[in-house]
C-alpha cells in the first residue's frame, strides 16, 4: 500500500503528471491570454479581435453602412471566442471615432449609457482607416483558428494608433494601460522624430476635462497623471460641472457626489444632471456654503478628481515588453517609413513592369513584328520564336529579358491596322511611367521627407475638428482639511477629562470635521492631540480644547503654573507646531502635583496683562501685581518659563487684553493656481494685519474686495492686478471700449466696502477689457501704436488725462483702439511733460 502511494506521489510530479500538466497547461493559459486576448502588439496597436473585426470589415467594405450583427458574424469566422466579445470590441472601436464611423445609437462614454443591441446598429471603415490600416500587398497573413481563411497577422499600420486609441487590458500576472493622445499631437510628433527633433507627448482624452501630467513620466510603470472636471462658479449658490474625469461616467461622479454629502464631506442641497450634447451637472450648494471651499471638497472627497496610473505594455516578437511612449512613437514612425518604403518598392516594381511591357508594346506594332503572326509556320512554338527573334536587335532599349510570357501576352492583343495615334499615344505613356519611376526613385532616395509628406497630408485631410480637448495645467495641493465640512458636534467632560463626539449631554465645544486633529490641555499641565471620535480621555481637569492646526506658527498659548516640587510659579509663551498624535506632552518642569493657574490661548500670538493675587497667608509684602506677557519672548512648548514668584499663587485674574505680539502675516500671490499662500509662493502682496483687505481687479472690468482666507480661489486668467488694499490710494486704468474703438483711461477710488462682491468699472459692452492697472500716486503710460515705419512712441501722465471720479464713471478718452497696441506702466520722472496728448 505504502508503495503503490510512493508511486502515485512520483507520477504527479512528473510531466505527464498532475503537477507537470498544471504546470505546462498554466503556462500556456498564461501565454495564451497574454498573446492572444489582453496585450495589443506593437505593430499595428491592435489587439487580436480588434484587427479581426477590421480584416471582416475590410472583406464587407463596398462604401456603404453594415449592421453591426452582420460585422460580428463576419468576425467569427476569424475570431473563436463568440459574438458577445467581438460585439464588445466593436462598440469600443466605435467609440474611438477613428477606425469605425458609425450610425445610430451606439452609447455615450461619459454618461456611460450602452449601446443599442447590434441588430439596431450599423458601422463601415472610415476612410481614415481605410487609409492608412490596409494594403494586402504590405500584410503578411496567416491561416485562421479553423484552416479555411487567411487573417492578417498585424495590419501594415501607418500611423501611432496605440498612442491615438489608448488600450487596457488584464492578463495573467500582466497588465497593460495605455493613455489615448491627441491625434493632432501625435503626427506632429512622429514629425518632429523624423527630422531628429525632441517632442514630448502627453495624453488627451475624449471627456476632455483638466489634466496635471507633471508626473506622467512618459507613460512607464511609476507615473501618475491627475484628471479633473471643469467645475465653474455659475453663482454663489449654484456650481455647474461641465466634464467628467477620463474612465468616470456622470452616473458614477453624481454617485460620489452624493456619498461625500451624506458623509457629511460637504454640504449640498441637491445635485441634477442635464447632460445632453454637452456634459451639465448642477450642483446647488447649502445655505451660506463658500462655492470656492467646495470646488476644493469635490476635488478632494469625490470622483470630480482621479489619479491614472499609466503602464505601457505591448508584445513585440511574441513576447510582452513594457516601454516609455515616446519609444512607442519613434518605433511607430520607424514601422510606418519601413511600410512607406514597402510601398514605393512595389509601386517601382509594377511600374518598371508596365513600362517594360508598354516598350515591347510599341516595338511590336511600330516595327511591325506583329506580322509574323500573318507569316505560316509549322507551329505555333516556332511563331513564338520567330517574334522573339524579331525582338533581337531592340532588347538593349529595355530594361529586363523578354520573357516566354511577354510574347504571349503581345500575341493576345487583337491584331489589327495601327495607325500613329497609337504609336504616339504608346510614347506618351511611356514617358509618363519614365516621370512616374523617377519620382518614386526620388522618394525612395528621400524617404524621410515622403514620410513626413504623408504624415502632413493626414493632418491635413483628418485633423480638423480633433484639436486637443483636455486642458493641461499644474494643480494644487488640496488640504482635505482644510475644505472638509463641520460635520460633527465636539464635546468635552472637563472634570473626568473626555472628549468626543458622542458626550452629547456634556459641554458642547465646537463643530468639526472627520478628519480634524483636537488639541487639549489640563489642569496638570498636560497637552495631547487626537483624532476625532466617540470618546477619548485626555486626563481630568481639562481646561482647554479646540482643533489642532498643525504647523500654525501664530497661535500663541500664554500660561501661568505652578511646579508641584518647589511651588515656584513660572509663566512661558509657546506655539504648538508639530506632535505625535496621541502622545501626552508635559508643559509643566515635570513634576507631580503641579498644577496651572492660568492659560489662554490666542490665535494672533496677543499678550495679555493678568493680575496675580498671592496667598493671604504668605510672607510676601505685596500681595498683589501686574503680570504682563508682552515681556515674555515666544519659545518652544518644553521651555520651563520665567519666573513669576516664589510665593504661592491665590489666584490669576485677567486684567486687560492685550495687542498682538507677533509680526503682520506675510502674504503671496500664486498667479499659477490663484492662490493665496504663506509659504513665499508667487508675488509677495505684503505684510497683514487681523483686518486688512486684499483688492482684486479682473481683466472683465471688474474689481472686488477680497479677505485673506487661504482656501479662496481666484482665477489667475482673468486676474489683471492684485494688492493690498488701501482706501486711500487712488486706482489709474486704461480699458478698451470695442464698440466705440477707443482706450479709455479713469482714476477713481473705492467707495465699495462690502467683501467678495465685484463691482464693474469700465464702460458696459461686449468683449471690453481692462488692459492696465496700477495704484502709483503719479502713474505715466508709455504707449507703442502702429508697426514698421508708421509706429509711434509715448508717455502720457494719465492724471493729465483723467481726473479723479467715482468709480461708475466712464472716464476720458485716451487714444484710438488698435490690437497691436502695446502698454506699460514706467516711472514717473522718465515722463515727458510735453507728450500728453501724443494719441489724440
Avoid at 456650481?239 to 451624506?262: C, F, H, R, W
Wanted: with cysteine; net charge neutral; proline share 2%.
Amino acid at each position: 500500500m505504502a508503495k503503490a502511494k510512493k508511486n502515485i506521489e512520483e507520477y504527479e510530479h512528473t510531466e505527464s503528471g498532475i503537477g507537470g500538466q498544471y504546470k505546462n497547461w498554466f503556462l500556456d493559459y498564461a501565454s495564451y491570454v497574454i498573446l492572444e486576448r489582453a496585450v495589443p502588439a506593437i505593430e499595428d496597436g491592435l489587439k487580436p479581435v480588434q484587427r479581426r473585426i477590421l480584416h471582416a470589415m475590410k472583406e464587407m467594405d463596398d462604401g456603404r453602412f453594415n449592421k453591426a450583427a452582420n460585422i460580428i458574424g463576419q468576425s467569427m469566422a476569424y475570431h473563436p471566442h463568440g459574438d458577445a466579445s467581438i460585439a464588445d470590441a466593436l462598440v469600443n472601436l466605435g467609440q474611438k471615432d477613428l477606425l469605425v464611423e458609425t450610425q445610430g445609437n451606439w452609447g455615450d462614454i461619459r454618461t456611460g449609457d450602452e449601446a443599442a443591441a447590434s441588430r439596431y446598429i450599423e458601422a463601415r471603415l472610415s476612410k481614415f482607416a481605410l487609409e492608412v490600416a490596409f494594403n494586402a500587398k504590405t500584410t503578411d497573413w496567416a491561416l485562421s483558428y479553423d484552416g479555411r481563411k487567411n487573417e492578417p497577422v498585424t495590419l501594415p499600420m501607418k500611423f501611432p494608433l496605440l498612442l491615438a486609441q489608448g488600450a487596457e487590458g488584464i492578463a495573467v500576472s500582466l497588465a497593460t494601460k495605455i493613455l489615448p493622445h491627441n491625434f493632432c499631437e501625435l503626427i506632429e510628433a512622429s514629425i518632429k522624430y523624423l527630422r531628429g527633433r525632441r517632442f514630448e507627448l502627453l495624453p488627451d482624452f475624449q471627456t476632455g476635462g483638466i489634466m496635471d501630467a507633471s508626473n506622467y513620466n512618459d507613460g512607464v510603470r511609476g507615473g501618475k497623471i491627475r484628471v479633473r472636471a471643469v467645475i465653474e462658479e455659475a453663482d454663489k449658490k449654484t456650481l455647474v460641472i461641465k466634464s467628467v474625469p477620463y474612465g468616470v461616467t456622470t452616473t458614477q461622479l453624481m454617485e460620489s457626489i452624493v456619498k461625500a454629502n451624506d458623509q457629511g464631506k460637504i454640504k449640498i442641497k441637491k445635485v441634477t444632471d442635464h447632460t445632453a450634447a454637452e456634459v451639465e451637472i448642477i450642483v446647488e450648494l447649502a445655505q451660506g456654503i463658500s462655492p470656492d471651499i467646495t470646488i476644493d471638497a469635490l476635488y478632494a472627497f469625490t470622483d470630480c478628481e482621479v489619479s491614472i496610473s499609466p503602464n505601457t505594455c505591448v508584445i513585440e516578437n511574441n513576447k510582452p515588453r513594457f516601454m516609455k511612449v515616446s519609444e512607442l512613437l519613434k518605433t511607430s514612425a520607424e514601422n510606418t517609413k519601413e511600410l512607406l518604403r514597402r510601398e514605393l518598392e512595389i509601386k517601382l516594381g509594377e511600374l518598371q513592369e508596365k513600362w517594360h511591357y508598354t516598350s515591347l508594346e510599341k516595338i511590336f506594332f511600330e516595327e511591325k513584328i506583329y506580322k509574323e503572326l500573318e507569316k505560316k509556320h509549322e507551329t505555333w512554338e516556332k511563331v513564338l520564336d520567330a517574334i522573339d527573334k524579331a525582338f533581337v536587335p531592340f532588347k538593349k532599349q529595355l530594361k529586363r529579358e523578354i520573357t516566354r510570357e511577354d510574347i504571349i501576352k503581345l500575341t493576345e492583343k487583337p491584331v489589327r491596322r495601327i495607325y500613329k495615334l497609337d504609336i504616339d499615344e504608346l510614347n506618351d505613356q511611356i514617358k509618363a511611367l519614365e516621370a512616374d519611376i523617377k519620382q518614386v526613385k526620388h522618394d525612395l532616395a528621400n524617404l524621410v521627407d515622403y514620410a513626413v509628406a504623408y504624415y502632413e497630408n493626414l493632418l491635413k485631410k483628418y485633423g480638423k475638428g480633433r484639436e486637443r480637448k483636455t486642458e493641461i495645467k499644474l494643480f494644487d495641493t488640496i488640504e482635505a482639511k482644510a475644505v472638509a465640512i463641520a460635520n460633527t458636534k465636539l464635546y468635552v467632560n472637563r472634570a473626568d477629562g473626555f472628549i468626543g463626539s458622542g458626550l452629547k449631554k456634556d459641554e458642547f465645544v465646537a463643530d468639526v470635521s472627520d478628519l480634524d486633529d483636537i488639541i487639549a490641555f489640563t489642569k496638570g499641565g498636560i497637552m495631547k492631540v487626537v483624532r476625532v471620535s466617540d470618546k477619548t480621555f485626555i486626563g481630568k481637569d481639562i481646561i482647554h480644547v479646540a482643533v489642532f492646526q498643525k504647523n500654525d506658527e501664530r497661535t500663541t498659548y500664554n500660561m501661568i503654573y505652578a511646579d508641584g516640587k518647589t511651588g515656584i510659579s513660572f509663566a512661558k509663551r509657546f506655539n504648538v507646531t508639530g506632535i505625535t498624535r496621541d502622545k501626552e506632552y508635559d508643559l509643566t518642569k515635570g513634576s507631580e502635583k503641579s498644577k496651572v493657574h492660568y492659560f489662554t490661548a490666542n490665535a494672533n500670538g496677543e499678550a495679555e496683562v493678568v493680575k496675580v493675587v498671592l496667598s493671604p497667608n504668605c510672607s510676601a509684602r505685596i500681595k498683589e501685581f501686574d503680570f504682563y506677557f508682552e515681556e515674555l519672548d515666544i519659545k518652544g512648548r518644553g521651555s520651563i518659563g520665567n519666573q513669576v514668584t516664589k510665593y504661592p499663587i491665590k489666584a490669576v485674574k485677567f486684567k486687560e487684553a492685550g495687542v498682538s505680539t507677533l509680526a503682520g502675516k506675510k502674504l503671496w500671490y500664486d498667479d499659477q493656481f490663484g492662490r493665496l499662500n504663506t509659504e513665499e509662493k508667487g508675488e509677495y502682496l505684503g505684510t497683514f494685519d487681523t483686518d486688512d483687505r486684499i483688492l482684486v481687479v479682473y481683466r472683465d472690468g471688474y474689481y472686488e474686495i477680497t479677505d485673506q482666507e487661504l482656501t479662496q480661489k481666484l482665477d489667475p486668467e482673468k486676474v489683471i492686478f492684485i494688492q493690498k488694499f488701501d482706501p486711500a490710494k487712488i486706482i489709474s486704468l486704461v480699458y478698451a471700449d470695442l464698440k466705440a474703438k477707443q482706450f479709455m483711461a479713469k482714476r477713481f477710488k473705492i467707495e465699495t466696502t462690502t467683501l467678495k462682491n465685484k463691482f464693474l468699472v469700465i464702460k458696459e459692452g461686449d468683449g471690453n477689457y481692462i488692459e492696465a492697472v496700477t495704484t502709483e500716486e503719479e502713474p505715466v503710460l508709455a504707449m507703442q501704436q502702429g508697426r514698421g515705419e508708421q509706429i509711434r512712441k509715448g508717455k502720457l501722465k494719465i492724471a493729465r488725462i483723467a481726473e479723479v471720479t467715482g468709480y461708475r464713471t466712464v472716464g476720458s478718452k485716451l487714444a484710438d483702439y488698435s490690437k497691436s497696441t502695446e502698454m506699460e506702466w514706467v516711472p514717473s520722472p522718465a515722463a515727458n511733460k510735453s507728450q500728453t496728448e501724443l494719441f489724440e
